[in-house]
């Protein structure tokens, strides 16, 4: 391939030669080396030219995917800047009036900004610090269950969860939950407690949110650890195992060492996303009655614009919080490099 | 690994733990199973927990009825066909040229896909566009906006890299164009690479539910995870709130529904397993 690249390279280094042969009546060969600006950029364009009319097949078929890319991945960015205006239907993105920063002071100086910001980042932590171990210790034990059958079956129950949609499991929530009929309130009872209310309680969403999720997700992340772990060098387990070490210390000095890039990495992305809450089943687990706990950036943005049709002021709040995002995943990975780790990039 | 005994005290209790894992993974979904299978008198005295008491299949028979949810059923699987099917129909053209090595401006084209990633502009802007071009109300809003996922097209892109270069070579030598090497070559070579991200496509479509709540007002053209969600959590956060909305539907009829939404995934599991921590795998490489 790369001789290929510098073949149709080869007649315009001719030409180029040709032209800049010095001439023989003038001497000072140096600046005549150079061939003019002009000429140059005409070289590139033409050589741009060839390159485009040798990929013109390939280009037709990339077409597609670059349209695609420009008008829905790079034209919301641009629909972005209506957070910067009042943004009204009939007279579209352009049409509509510049308002400078309006929505954002709004936003700012509401009440909901810091009960927003705070929701947010209080169930992105307890997600990730709660959720964030699960998959790793059930790809470690996962790994030391020598029993073939029930290591696999495990395995496949644990992951039938992320195949669920996000409305099943709420709905699974909501039913083991319900007072009247759920499970859990039928066990509270029997132990002769008090049916509780978790759905309409606020101080009891974080744990509901949380739980589910690990529930619904453990299986799935743990298939990176687990294919992290049968890339370990089984030597090293041997070599641990001649020089008398147990199978738990041979987790804890071989196989908990060696997940560790993969647990970083793992790691950067998760706090990096943190911020980004799984808005879905807020939306479908939350009642007005826990909003004060469960309302976060993207549930409010919902509500706010597409609910009350507020476009811009939804659009700048839906901008502030993917600034924060970025700003979380750039920090996150710039600690991680000072730390001596990899960072993602 | 190692040939130790099987029957050591960290192996006996590490196994029951996991045990406990796998019942409490499976035990919910059972459970809906049960009660979907079971009778009314002894769901309401609370006999079902694990085995359906009385069965039979009157709850279905309850949920075929239902207009709603035929129509909502045939809907997600004309959305889901048809969006998986442009899916993959795109991803595995973008991903050829991108493939090549001496594609051209391919570093710059890679940059602005990859951009995209970590740029998300959030649910407004997303709609304003969709809007814009006038494709709400229609299956089009659903499949053409998330034509392409990123992560899959980079996944198949190294799949093709991977693939051996001078199987393309002997094609374009043979006079082959590269319509041809793509569609009689590489995408029959790259099934495996295919049914992983096909399977992905497929779960987002059939799960899909925020996109057609927000893009789609018209009852008919419901898909049924918003059907599902309107008769099982019926909390859209304007009405007074939910008390116990697990009390306002009978039982029966709500676990037969989600059975029913689940049978297609439930069918495909066993066999797609593979592909799916496949498609695990290649995305947590590359991502």
């Known amino acids: 391939m790369a001789q290929r690249k510098l073949m149709f390279l080869v007649p315009f280094i001719i030409i180029g030669r040709r032209r800049d042969v010095p001439n023989p009546s003038a001497d000072k060969g140096i600046t005549l080396n150079k061939p003019s600006l002009l000429s140059r950029i005409t070289a590139s364009f033409m050589r741009t030219l060839k390159h485009m009319k040798r990929d013109r097949q390939l280009l037709l078929l990339f077409l597609p995917c670059l349209i695609f890319y420009i008008i829905f991945r790079y034209g919301p960015l641009y629909g972005l800047i209506i957070a910067f205006k009042d943004y009204s239907v009939f007279e579209g993105i352009i049409g509509s009036k510049w308002v400078g920063l309006k929505h954002f002071v709004r936003f700012f100086s509401s009440n909901d900004f810091l009960l927003l910001f705070k929701n947010t980042l209080a169930l992105g932590f307890f997600t990730l610090i709660f959720g964030f171990p ?58 002769g407690f008090e049916k509780i209310y978790f759905l309409i309680m606020p101080e009891w969403f974080r744990t509901i949110y949380v739980v589910s999720d690990i529930w619904a997700l453990m299986g799935y992340e743990a298939i990176i650890y687990l294919a992290a772990i049968a890339g370990i060098n089984p030597t090293l387990y041997e070599a641990a195992r ?38 879905e089943k807020v939306l479908l687990l939350y009642t007005p009655t826990t909003y004060e706990v469960a309302d976060v950036f993207s549930t409010y943005v919902y ?28 920090s996150a990975n710039f600690i991680s490099r000072k730390a001596g780790g990899k960072g993602l990039w | 690994m190692v040939g130790e005994s099987k029957f050591s005290l960290f192996g006996l209790i590490n196994g029951l733990i996991l045990c406990c894992i796998g019942i409490a993974t499976v035990y919910p979904i059972l459970y809906i199973l049960a009660i979907s299978l079971s009778d009314t008198a002894s769901v309401v005295q609370g006999q079902v927990t694990l085995f359906p008491k009385g069965i039979n299949l009157d709850a279905y ?25 442009i899916n993959l129909l795109v991803t595995s053209i973008a991903a050829y040229p991108l493939s090549r090595p001496d594609f051209i401006w391919r570093k710059y084209w890679m940059f602005g896909i990859v951009l995209t990633m970590f740029l998300n502009p959030g649910i407004i802007p997303n709609y304003i566009i969709v809007n814009t071009l006038g494709l709400t109300d229609s299956v089009w809003a659903l499949v053409i906006p998330n034509a392409i ?57 059939w799960n899909s539910f925020f996109l057609p709540l927000i893009y789609l007002n018209e009852q008919s053209l419901y898909p049924l995870q ?26 029966a009829k709500k676990n037969a529904t989600i059975v029913l939404s689940m049978i297609p995934v439930l069918m495909i599991y066993p066999f797609v397993q593979k592909y799916f921590a496949q498609g695990v795998m290649l995305g947590s490489e590359k991502g």
């Open chain 1, 134 to 191: 699960v998959p790793i210790l059930l790809a470690i034990s996962l790994n030391e269950l020598r029993v073939k059958w029930l290591k696999k079956s495990i395995q496949t129950f644990t992951y039938l969860p992320s195949f669920l949609s996000v409305v099943i499991i709420s709905s699974m929530v909501i039913d083991f939950l319900s007072p009247s009929s759920g499970l859990v309130n039928k066990l509270i009872a029997a132990l």
């Open chain 1, 242 to 279: 001649v020089d008398g070490s147990g199978r738990l210390r041979s987790m804890w000095h071989i196989t908990i060492p060696s997940l560790m890039p993969t647990i970083l990495i793992l790691f950067i992305m998760k706090t990096g996303s943190m911020i980004r809450i799984g808005y």
């Open chain 1, 303 to 330: 509500r706010k614009g597409l609910v009350e049709a507020n476009y811009s002021y939804a659009a700048a709040v839906g901008m502030f919080e993917a600034l924060v995002a970025m700003i979380m995943l750039l």
């Open chain 2, 61 to 85: 028979m309850e949920v075929l009825k239902d207009t709603r949810i035929p129509r909502a059923y045939l809907n997600t699987i004309f959305y889901t066909g048809l969006g998986t099917f």
């Open chain 2, 149 to 205: 996922w990123t992560m899959e097209l980079i996944i198949l892109k190294s799949f093709y890299e991977n693939m051996s270069a001078q199987v393309r070579e002997a094609a374009l030598i043979d006079g082959a164009s590269e319509y041809r090497i793509l569609f009689n070559i590489l995408i029959p070579l790259s099934k495996p690479a295919l049914a992983s991200i096909g399977l992905f496509y497929f779960m987002g479509h």
């Open chain 2, 226 to 251: 918003v059907v599902l969600r309107d008769m099982l959590i019926f909390n859209d956060g304007s009405g007074p709130g939910l008390v116990d909305a697990a009390a306002l539907a009978p039982q």
